[in-house]
């Protein structure tokens, strides 16, 4: 079997070598071919554009946003046009889920099956193959993919129909930003309150009111080192998908929003590239 990857990113790269690694007949395209270099010297091969996928069973996406994966997708160059019929897409990227089901649509009416699989996990889970996939589609797709999901994750949860895990990945993406941000404030409120950031990290961190995924943020927040694993523009953004799919389901949802606006003026101040976990610097600056 012949499988695409398009989008070799912070995640889409650590996916792709682990799919290599396992043996994998693997197919690449990335809009920056720069970040293709080292999987092409493994072995993969490259494809000098979207509508060349033409040979692929499977293709997976991994891109940043709704408008990278219309770029690469739609028109006279997307891969819609050019897959074999029957093939399978399987998008995941995080997206709104009414973007998601337009999708499903567009691939319906050019024969091509389709599977949103948005991931949980950030490059650490991506580059160890420890990822945990939602699924939303056809089963049948899902048992598919089951053995390519194994390879780059460690479980796979099925949601239901094409939408749902885009709705679900929203939820968990909206916890995460919502307490990436409160922690963040606490521990600068606490520090302007003249309590050392080390026992404030020591109390709160694997206490009852912390989630437990912050703790891989402290040595970041310590050392100030803010690399991406997750950058915050893409918080950001799915803060915004989170605000479209609230407008569209008609929830208010004030902490979302808010949150969100939080986001938007570190990114504004230049902390944008950085990892999530620099919203403390933002704060503190
Ligand atoms: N990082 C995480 O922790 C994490 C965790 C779970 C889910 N996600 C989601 O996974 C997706 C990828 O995130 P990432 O962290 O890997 O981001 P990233 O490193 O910024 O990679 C984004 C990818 O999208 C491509 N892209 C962006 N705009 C494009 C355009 N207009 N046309 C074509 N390609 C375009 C980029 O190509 P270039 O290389 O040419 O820029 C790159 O391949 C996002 O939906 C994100 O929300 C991320």
């Known amino acids: 079997m012949k499988i695409g990857f398009i989008g070799l990113g912070i995640m889409g790269h650590g996916m792709a070598t682990n799919l290599l690694k396992n043996g994998v007949d693997l197919f690449i395209y990335n809009r ?7 999987l092409i010297e493994a072995g993969a091969h490259w494809v000098d554009s979207p509508a060349h996928f033409g040979e692929v069973d499977i293709l997976f ?18 891969f819609l046009s050019h897959l074999k019929k029957d093939a399978l897409w ?12 337009e999708m499903a649509k567009q691939a319906q009416a050019h024969h091509i099956r389709y599977l949103e699989a948005p991931v949980a996990g950030t490059k650490p889970q991506a580059e160890s193959g420890s990822l945990v996939f939602f699924t939303g589609g056809n089963q049948a797709d899902v048992e598919l993919c089951d053995p390519f999901f194994q390879t780059m994750g460690q479980k796979v949860i099925p ?19 919502t307490s990436m941000a409160a922690f963040a404030e606490g521990i600068a409120f606490g520090e302007s309150l003249g309590i050392s950031q080390e026992r404030l ?6 206490g009852p009111v912390t989630p437990p ?15 991406p694993q997750f950058p915050l523009k893409w918080m950001h953004k799915d803060l915004q998908m989170v605000s479209l799919a609230a407008y569209e389901s008609q929830i208010p949802m004030p902490i979302a929003q808010t949150t969100k606006e939080l986001y938007g003026q570190a990114i504004k101040a230049g902390f944008g590239d950085n990892d999530l976990s620099a919203i403390y610097a933002y704060l503190k600056a």
């Open 32 to 38: 920056s071919k720069v970040k293709a270099i080292d």
């Open 61 to 78: 996406t991994m891109l940043a946003h709704p408008e990278a994966v219309t770029a690469v997708s739609q028109g006279s160059n997307g």
């Open 90 to 101: 399987v998008d995941c990227s995080t997206l709104n889920p009414t973007f998601v089901k």
């Open 159 to 177: 949601v239901g129909e094409v939408g749902q895990a885009s709705s679900l990945k929203l939820v968990v993406n909206l916890m995460l930003a």
């Open 201 to 206: 990290f020591n109390v709160l961190i694997g």
């Open 213 to 227: 995924y912050l703790a891989s943020k402290r040595s970041k927040l310590e050392t100030q080192e803010y690399s």
